[in-house]
Structure formats: structure tokens, C-alpha cells
């Protein structure tokens, strides 16, 4: 089984300052890895994935994340982060063997701060 | 293109009852998956439809059923209704070919209260 684990349930950080948002993951099969962004009452937004290539992958509007396979950790990094970034963010990975479910962590609200 | 919507936006329910909500897919896509959010929580896998067919089922009871329709929109049928249904339920379509992957989009949802 797959299961995902964001242990910062919030992230309070003042605008123009760096954020890390941390997720790990737990698997017996390769995955492929994914974060979502959720605003107030919207749906869900892809914002990258990690299928396979570089182990650093980019968003349009400055986020990054690196998959790191000895440590099962695929973490979304920002280098100066502003107002409309304040949403949930949630980790997931689906399966390289059968990917039709994704399997999300419990999100991370990202709450920045002028 | 339209990209996945969902309706009701928002719905109240009494325990007990049953409800059915719909969502249509991105043009050209053919599959169809359905998970539930609840408050404070990340999105649980429901079940997935691909060419009319139930593919995949995650961890829910039969009360929780689907459609899939010759146009590729869906419905979720809820039967019995339990207040541990109150969630926000997204539908994400897809274009599917083979086992590849394939990225699924989310519509808005919808919100579901159960009193």
C-alpha cells in the first residue's frame, strides 16, 4: 500500500520569505509524485509532477520541488513566496503500475503574511 | 475547450436519504474518477469509470455507486446517507490510453451537508 505523510498541517510565513512545505511517501512500487494546490473553495490544481528525467521539477510561477528516492521525500520549495500563494497544498503519488488513483497526503495550508 | 464541471455546487441532505451528484467531463476525455474530501483532510479515491465501466475502487461501501454515461459524464450516487458523508466531492477526468499515465483534471466540486 501507498500512503503519503505532510506533517506540517500549517505554515504561517511573512511575504517574500523563503518556504519548504515537507511530504514523504511510503511504497513497495515506484510512483510517480504530484502536488496539488487548493484555493478557498476551488477545486484542485496541478501545480508539478515528478514522472521520471531530472530529479528537480519547476512550476510556472516559481515553485520547485526535488524527489529524493533514499529518502522517500518529495518536498515544494518557494525562494520568495507572495499573498495569492496563501492555500492548501496537498502531496500525492499514484502508482507507475496502475495510475488511476491518487493517494493524498492531508495537505499543508500555506498562510503568507504581509 | 470546457474544462470538468460539477453540479450542485452545494447540497443539504437529511441522514437517511439518498443523493446524486453529477459531473461532466473534459472534452475528449473518457475516464472519470471520483474522491471524497473531508474537512481538514486530503481527497480519498472513490472509484474511477472508464468507457462506462467501473475501473478501481477505493475503500468505500456499496452505498457509494456511479454512472458513466456514452458522453463521458458521470454521476455518484449516495444511498443511506450517514452525517460522516458531509464532504466536498471532486470529480477529475482524464484522457486515458492503455495503462499509461495519464494526468486527471479536478472540477470545483461539490459540497455535500448531511444534518
Known amino acids: 500500500a501507498q500512503s503519503v505523510t505532510q506533517l506540517d498541517s500549517q505554515v504561517p510565513v511573512f511575504e517574500e520569505a523563503p518556504v519548504e512545505l515537507r511530504c514523504n511517501y511510503s511504497?513497495?512500487?515506484?510512483?510517480?509524485l504530484f502536488w496539488y494546490v487548493q484555493y478557498p473553495n476551488q477545486g484542485l490544481q496541478l501545480l508539478l509532477k515528478y514522472l521520471s528525467g531530472s530529479t528537480l521539477v519547476e512550476s510556472i510561477n516559481g515553485f520547485e520541488a526535488e524527489f529524493n528516492k533514499s529518502q522517500t521525500s518529495f518536498h515544494l520549495r518557494k525562494p520568495s513566496v507572495h499573498i495569492s500563494d496563501t492555500a492548501e497544498y496537498f502531496c500525492a503519488v499514484i502508482r507507475m503500475d496502475s495510475s488511476y488513483k491518487l493517494i493524498f497526503g492531508s495537505g499543508t495550508r500555506l498562510l503568507v503574511r504581509p | 475547450e470546457t474544462g470538468v464541471t460539477q453540479s450542485p455546487t452545494h447540497l443539504i441532505k437529511t441522514r437517511g436519504q439518498q443523493v446524486t451528484l453529477r459531473c461532466s467531463s473534459q472534452?475528449?476525455?473518457?475516464?472519470v474518477s471520483w474522491y471524497q474530501q473531508a474537512l481538514g483532510q486530503g481527497p480519498q479515491f472513490i472509484f474511477q469509470?472508464?468507457?462506462?465501466?467501473?475501473?478501481g475502487r477505493g475503500n468505500f461501501p456499496p452505498r457509494f455507486s456511479g454512472l458513466q454515461f456514452p458522453n463521458y459524464s458521470s454521476e455518484l450516487n449516495v444511498n443511506a446517507l450517514e452525517l460522516d458523508d458531509s464532504a466536498l466531492y471532486l470529480c477529475?477526468?482524464?484522457?486515458?490510453?492503455?495503462?499509461?499515465?495519464?494526468?486527471?483534471?479536478f472540477g470545483p466540486g461539490t459540497r455535500l451537508t448531511v444534518t
Open positions: 477529475a477526468s482524464s484522457s486515458r490510453q492503455g495503462t499509461q499515465y495519464y494526468e486527471q483534471y
Open positions: 511504497s513497495s512500487v515506484s510512483v510517480y
Open positions: 469509470y472508464y468507457r462506462e465501466e467501473e475501473n
Open positions: 472534452s475528449g476525455h473518457n475516464t
